[in-house]
């Protein structure tokens, strides 16, 4: 009697249905699950916090999404007669028919592009996007030696890896309030370009500035991280046993609202006294990683802009799920492979390692593997005294995350 009514005064703070969800350890068959099957049947990690924790990225950068991709692939059999090879090319039509051009002869190897059934037998996502999310766990046992095949070589095809970066999710509501006018204004004074969604909205969350709302990010990460369904996203199936329905929602309609609207209360962080921000905006970084969009003091354009090929990656990837989101509609923008968004530096003293995939351990490397469109900055950076190049580094180290 006397107990729960302790209880209800200790635990002052109110309910949190959104908090709750966002640090839930989810299992199969999860009591929490409505009508679905809890966590998978593919997965990533288990709770968004294992991901996010504070907000953050994950700070030792080894919890990540693995994406899959085909890129060209290996020799034909040509006939090999001597001092003689060919400049060939060949494609492969979506019914499988091949065809090949021969031109000059040339020593260049002949590069083929693979079909899409050949593709859909390595993983059946391949079907409708060219890359795919590799998920790290699956409920059935055999999941763990099929995904260990995948990246490699078959016959002619090569599939190869690459990871994202959990990105930091501070002030997300904030970004999220931004018009869409307001990153289209920044990204024609800044010379980069914003992601054009097939509905016609304008992409702003996502290393590829790939999804428009924080709501349609936060369903999809369920469904996709987590393979917990929720209304408007399908779980990811699993690829060896493909399209299995699972017999109804893991997340209601309520439970996603009041998700949203948690992570949408993730402070941001304060803007900090910006002393050395002049060696910023002398080198250049200001003009994509602009101070204020719309007085969100944000540090980016949320545009795409074109980076070294050393940092190219497949620009579309998709879950495999039973009603696959990313379908080839033919509309809204190709983001090309070596086009990211501008990442926030809000926070960035705290949300190390860097870049989309997590390649840059320190500020200095993530600068330095600046190029395309940002190597005239980054050479500045480089040409920067020894103690200018450490005022502009304590510069980003006090733009600190939220306590
Ligand atoms: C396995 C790790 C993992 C889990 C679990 C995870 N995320 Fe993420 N999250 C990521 C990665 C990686 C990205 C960047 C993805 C990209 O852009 O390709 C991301 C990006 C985001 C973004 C976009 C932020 C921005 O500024 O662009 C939001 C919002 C988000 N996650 C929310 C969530 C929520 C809510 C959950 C739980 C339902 C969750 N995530 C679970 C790894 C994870
Ligand atoms: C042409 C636009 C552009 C310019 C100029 C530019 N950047 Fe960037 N910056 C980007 C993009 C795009 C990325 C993400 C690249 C990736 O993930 O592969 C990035 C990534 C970063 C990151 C990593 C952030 C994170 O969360 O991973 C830091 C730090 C950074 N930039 C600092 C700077 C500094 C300092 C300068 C000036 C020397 C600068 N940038 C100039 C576009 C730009």
Known sequence: MLLPLLLALISAEPADLGRDLFMHEWVPGDSRSHAGDGLGPVYNAASCVACHPRGGASPEGDIEIITASSVSTGNMNLPNLPGFSYDASFDYDSQGGFSAQFR???????????????????????RDAPGVVLHRYGNAPAYRGWRSGVVGQHGSIVIRSSRRNPTPLFGVGLIDSIPSSAIEEAARESG???????????????????????????????????????????????????????????LSAEDCDALVSFVGRLPAPLASSPRGIAQFHAVGCARCHRPFLANVGLYSDLSLHRMSGELSDTSSYAAFGSA????????????????????????????APYMHDGRAGSLDDAIRLHGGEASASARRYRQLSESQRAELLAFLMSLEAPK
């Open 192 to 250: 980069g370009h914003v992601s054009r969604l097939p509905s016609g909205k304008v992409g702003r969350f996502g290393w590829k500035a790939q999804v428009a709302s924080l709501r349609d990010f936060v369903i999809q990460a369920a469904a996709v991280e987590m393979g917990i369904s929720t209304p408007g996203h399908p779980q990811s199936s699993d690829p060896i046993a493909p399209r299995q329905d699972p017999p109804g929602l893991d």
């Open 104 to 126: 000059r002869p040339t020593t260049r190897p002949a590069v083929l592009s693979p079909s899409i059934a050949d593709l859909s037998r390595i993983h059946p996502g391949f």
């Open 324 to 351: 696959p989101p990313f379908s080839a509609s033919g509309r809204g923008d190709v983001v090309a492979d070596e086009e990211w968004r501008t990442p926030p530096l809000w926070g960035v003293a705290d949300s």
